[in-house]
């Protein structure tokens, strides 16, 4: 449809610049509680794929693949190309390690599937900004440091 058409043209004029200005342009896919389009990683792919701009990557988040994956494993490995960078939320928004995601898993799909870039976490600010920075910079650390040391996520 027309709606369609405009948007995949806006975001090619986005990632025609990005490329020329030598930076990544960032898709993150959005559960379909908050959007109607690009609601999975595969969703994304598509997109990407239909572009064909290497500017235009994704940006993973753990927290709406828990909602759009039935296998979050296997949906980060089948774009793990394209992954420009990612976000670790856990199931209920809040700092990894306060749900029920397995980030050891995560970490181990992403690290054997050669994804050396950034993951950071966008977060609910619960209990308090400071509360919720120091789960998630503790859980990460934590994370790895057993990866580093073990040489493996359990």
Known sequence: DSTRKAAVAAVTACAEYADKKGVKLL????????????????????????????????????????????????????????????????????????GHIHFPAVLKTLIEDGYEGTITSEILPLPSDLEAMQQAAGYLRALLNDWNVVGRAA
């Open 27 to 98: 898709l993150e896919p959005v559960n379909r509680y908050e959007t109607n389009w690009i609601n999975s990683v595969n969703d994304g792919l598509q997109l990407i794929e239909e572009i064909g701009n290497p500017a235009l990557q994704l940006l993973p988040d753990t927290y709406h693949m828990n909602i759009e994956s039935r296998d979050m494993l296997a949906s980060l490995s089948a774009v793990s190309k394209h992954i420009g960078y990612m976000h670790f939320s856990d199931s209920n928004r809040l700092a990894p390690g306060q």
